[in-house]
């Protein structure tokens, strides 16, 4: 019997180890997830109006202006961008980016990614060693961005898939990445990065007229990448925010999983104790009457 309580208290030990781990991260992704929740709210009205600015400008400059970046054509070739994590332990976070990834390309684009003309622009760690592992075609220059975050290595990977469609090499970037709601949820999004999507505008209703100055093409050349850079940055940092609450809620959930494992094993260690000790009286009662028998 005592080497099953031995078992037993081994077992609460290595599970209250595993619970001050837990709640350690837990504290640490909850103090990233203030900085992280600060950035993303102050940059999204921002990115949410360029990117309406954007889709107004390409709406009422068709047959007016060329914009290589909105051109619309037969796609060939896909890019992929997809924000994932560096780190795990964060729940379901990554693996449901994955999947939304490899939905929209057997949805979108089966025939593309049979004649092996689908490539991922990975950003995040998580993201590159799976389409990596599973012979995806994967462009491999950018997936440490999170490793220090910033606009200027956020923009560069945006720049590659810019020049890509530009160029001709890609016919359309999607951009898949988690966008933050609260600590607790997150919302997995499939957007269209290039061609740049047209505004839709209700029946009836007037172009915007625009005043541009200096020229029109001259300031759509600058502009464009600008806010494209910006829609990235906005992504990333939607993304960043996400996984450190992903990975705040599940290190609450195992913290209160190991709490509910150490009650039974306690009540368990309790049990064989007393068994133990019921034997032990046993032995002893029995002795006792064998020698005054």
Known sequence: MSGALKEVRNRIKSVQSTQQITKA????????LRRAQD???????????????????VSNSEG??????AAQRPVDNVMVIIVTSDRGLCGGYNSNLIKLAKQ????????????????ILPIGKKGYENFTKHGFKVINQYWDIFSGLSFEKVQTAAKHAMEAFANKEVDAVELIYSEFKN???????????LPIAKVEKAAGQANADFLFEPGKDV?????MPKI?????????????????????????????NANELLKSLKISYNRARQAAITTELTEIVSGAAALQG
Not at 64 to 69: C, F
Not at 111 to 117: M, N, W
């Open 228 to 256: 494209l850079n910006t829609q990235l940055f906005k992504a990333t940092l939607d993304a960043n925010a996400s996984e450190h609450g992903a990975r705040m809620t599940a290190m609450d959930k195992a913290s209160d």
């Open 183 to 193: 600590a607790a949820t997150q919302r997995f999004v499939s957007e269209q990065f």
């Open 104 to 119: 929209v390309i057997d949805e979108k684009y089966p025939q593309q990614f049979a004649k092996g003309k689908v490539q």
């Open 25 to 32: 991260m837990k504290m640490v992704s909850a103090a990233k």
């Open 64 to 69: 007016d202006v060329s914009i290589a970046l």
């Open 219 to 223: 300031l759509i050349a600058e502009l």
């Open 39 to 57: 950035a993303i709210t102050q940059m999204r009205p921002y990115a949410q109006k360029l990117q309406e600015m954007l889709g107004n400008i």
